[in-house]
């Protein structure tokens, strides 16, 4: 019966500890894309401007 219960706790600990690393693998992902994409908008406007002017 104990073993089942133990069995049940490292379950959970498990899955919240998975949960915590997908949920901050995603979250730098994702700011990892928004830092590229404003970079790139940048560059893109500047590289703009030096050919219009």
Do not use: E, N, P, T
Not at 35 to 49: C, D, M, Q
């Amino acid at each position: 019966m104990l073993r089942i219960i133990l069995s049940i706790v490292a379950a959970i600990i498990l899955i919240v500890v998975a949960v915590a690393i997908v949920r901050s693998v995603v979250s730098m992902v994702l700011y990892g894309l928004a830092l590229l994409l404003i970079g790139y908008v940048v560059w893109y406007f500047l590289s703009g401007a030096k050919r219009s002017g």
